[in-house]
């Protein structure tokens, strides 16, 4: 990279993985720079692309509010990742100005003050001039970087991430790509649970009934399309809707399953295109078990120091934080449909078939 960053690695998986718990251990690091959810908030063309943008072009990419988050917000079902809407003295709304992309997650994770952290970028990114997008990202990383102390490695999480292993692959070739993952029926159990999953399973019926994009806004259903949906996948679409068609709907867990293996055995494929030596697996139960010792082997691989005391507070932090075998409370039957649904991908991934409790 040309900037004052000098390795930028990308920590993807299905999410529900415990990605969120080791952003806030890699903030902790004095030479990392970790961006939290950016790509899960700046997302698609053309911030996503190779094409030249301004930088008054790139600095719209960046604080162009991301609708459906902010709809879910203004519809009472805000993910728990998210960060700027709780602090309701801050400057932007969701029922107003809409909260522009990179403050929703990513500068709330770096400061205290994310709006006086966007003013402060303002005049330097627009004044930036036309360069290919990932140029203007490896820029941005590195100003970033030095309002932060002098950061030496980027470390980008995005919990739902797994399907973008070939993009960012294609516009940082030199990026590493640590894939974090977790027991397959545990994680999908913790994805029935959560107000984003539900609706990325929701939004992907909608995709597989009309034929518009995968990930909403990025392929919004034409008027024609919306005909073809029934009354309550079309509420979801509106500016506010009613937050019991998310969180009140009937959605069993093995479907969530599915969803699991779907997303492993798609980011595995692409992954595999990632030369070898760019690429490392880290496992969530792992990272319990033994917080140090895989803290040190993260450490290592995206090129900054394990500091003894950064290890303690990982340590810490991981200590207690996490569940597993959730999902073997669950009723004898929609146990074994689950574990079925996630077969495949747990079969991707090399792990071999549980015995029963």
Known sequence: MRTGIKTLTFVVGTGRSGSTALSRVLRLHPDVLSLNELYACVDGPPALSHEPLTGRDFWRCLTEPMEVFDRMIRSGTPLPEFLYNRHPEWRYSPETTGIPAVSMMALPHLTDDPDALLDALEPEVTAWPERPAPQQWEAFFGALASRAGGREAAVERSGYSLHRVELLHSLFPHARFVHLFRDGPDCALSMSRHNGYRMIALLREIHRRTGAGRDEPL???????????????????????????????????????????????????????????????????????????????????????????????????????????????????????????????????????????
């Open 219 to 357: 392929g919004k259903p034409t008027e024609e399309q919306l005909k073809q949906l029934p009354e309550d996948l079309r509420q979801l679409l509106k500016s506010e809707f009613d937050p019991a068609l998310v969180l009140d709907r009937t959605m069993p867990v093995p479907e969530f399953g599915t969803l699991w293996s779907e997303l492993i055995r798609e980011g595995l494929g692409q992954l595999a295109a990632v030369p070898q030596e760019q690429r490392t697996t880290l496992s969530y139960e792992r990272l319990l078990d033994a917080p140090r010792q895989e803290l040190a082997r993260l450490a290592d691989f995206i090129g900054v120091q394990p500091f003894a005391e950064w290890l303690q507070e990982g340590e810490e932090l991981f200590d207690g934080a996490g569940r597993r075998g959730s999902a073997l409370r669950l009723p004898a039957g929609e146990l074994a449909e689950l574990r079925e649904n996630c077969a495949p991908g747990e079969e991707a991934l090399g792990v071999l078939p549980r015995t029963a409790p």
